[in-house]
């Protein structure tokens, strides 16, 4: 029994030490795991900070490619631009010098034949003092499109507003196509209106833009035709009508009438002077005073085309 015993004591005696060398085996194995996992929960809080460091660099990235691609396309535009600034200095410059041809001819004609008739007879020296006079305006006009167009075009509109009489700006206008309409004998006539017209405006300008339609109106007419000139007024806008008998405007070409450059074909066709630029101008310069301009016209019947200003000036920023 004894021997039993003892035999059980060694046993547990040798479990008990199996299992010591066991439990410090797992015990160094729990640290050494203990130790990986603390290793890693590093490696992966680096990991992470790596991957919020790689998400701002990608929205620096996204942000500066945004730049990027902006700053092309602001590049295009102006390069765009400069073209087509260059364009429009090419074609003015080609429109200028075609039209300023024609009156220089005329008036170089003029000249030579009163220098070259000694004396010339009165009749003589009058129609072709007059023919040069003629010629000159034409000259001016062209020219005065030519830098209101270049000013614009610049973005140098630079109204300068004063308080103006509408009466006295109609008077001036017709007063510079005189010599035209008795050229082409068309009567110009004013229909009376309750002048003074007050009202706040750029009064040369404003000239300019009535010079153009008239000189067109004019231009345009049959000879022995009339062109009338009409004046509504409130106390707000004041509306000016320019009417002429002349050939009317193709249905088609009545929206691009006001179009740089657009000559359409009673223009073309009939062989009269112009360069394309005065309604857009006139157009622009009315819109800048905060009116409006149009046209109704019928073919065979005429052309009225109509200026409203607001009587207060123009409209904000200009
Ligand atoms: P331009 O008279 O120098 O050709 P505008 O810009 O003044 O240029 O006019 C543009 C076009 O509009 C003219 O070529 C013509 O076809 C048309 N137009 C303008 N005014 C009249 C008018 N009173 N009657 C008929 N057509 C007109």
Same mark, same amino acid.
Request: glycine residues 18%.
């Given at each position: 029994m004894s021997d039993l015993l003892q035999t059980l004591v060694q046993a547990f005696d040798r479990m008990s030490g199996a299992y010591e060398v066991m439990a410090r085996r797992l015990s160094g194995q729990i640290e050494q795991l203990e130790a990986e996992r603390t290793a890693l929960r590093g490696q992966i809080s680096d990991l992470s900070q790596q991957q919020a460091a790689l998400l701002r660099s990608n929205q620096d990235l996204a942000r500066l490619t945004a730049d990027l691609s902006g700053k092309v396309a602001l590049l295009q535009h102006r390069t765009e631009e400069v073209v087509r600034q260059d364009q429009l200095k090419s074609d003015l410059l080609a429109t200028v010098s075609h039209e300023l041809r024609t009156p220089l001819t005329s008036i170089k004609g003029a000249l030579s034949v009163l220098l070259t008739e000694d004396p010339p007879a009165p009749e003589v020296r009058a129609e072709f003092l007059g023919i040069a006079h003629q010629n000159v305006g034409r000259v001016m006009r062209l020219i005065g499109n030519f830098l209101n167009l270049t000013q614009l075009e610049a973005g140098q509109i630079g109204l300068s507003l004063r308080p103006l009489d509408l009466a006295e700006v109609l008077a001036a206008s017709v007063e510079q196509v005189r010599g035209l309409a008795a050229e082409r004998r068309v009567s110009v006539q004013v229909e009376p209106f309750a002048a003074p017209v007050p009202l706040t405006g750029d009064p040369e300008r404003l000239e300019s833009v009535f010079i153009n339609l008239l000189d067109n109106a004019v231009k345009f007419s049959p000879e022995g035709a009339d062109v009338a000139v009409r004046v509504q007024a409130d106390p707000q806008w004041v509306t000016v009508h320019v009417r002429d008998r002349g050939p009317g405007i193709p249905p088609d070409e009545v929206p691009r009438v006001f179009e740089r450059f657009f000559r359409g074909s #009673?223009?073309?066709?009939?062989?009269? #002077?112009?360069?394309? @630029?005065? @309604?857009?101008?006139?157009?622009?310069?009315?819109?800048?005073?905060?009116?409006?301009?149009?046209?109704?016209?019928? @073919?065979?019947?005429?052309?009225?085309?109509?200026?409203? @200003? #607001?009587?207060?000036?123009?409209?904000p920023g200009v």
């Open positions: #009673p223009a073309v066709t009939r062989q009269l #002077p112009g360069s394309g @630029l005065g @309604l857009h101008i006139s157009k622009v310069i009315v819109e800048a005073h905060g009116g409006r301009i149009g046209v109704e016209s019928r @073919l065979t019947e005429g052309s009225t085309f109509t200026v409203s @200003l #607001p009587r207060g000036g123009s409209r």
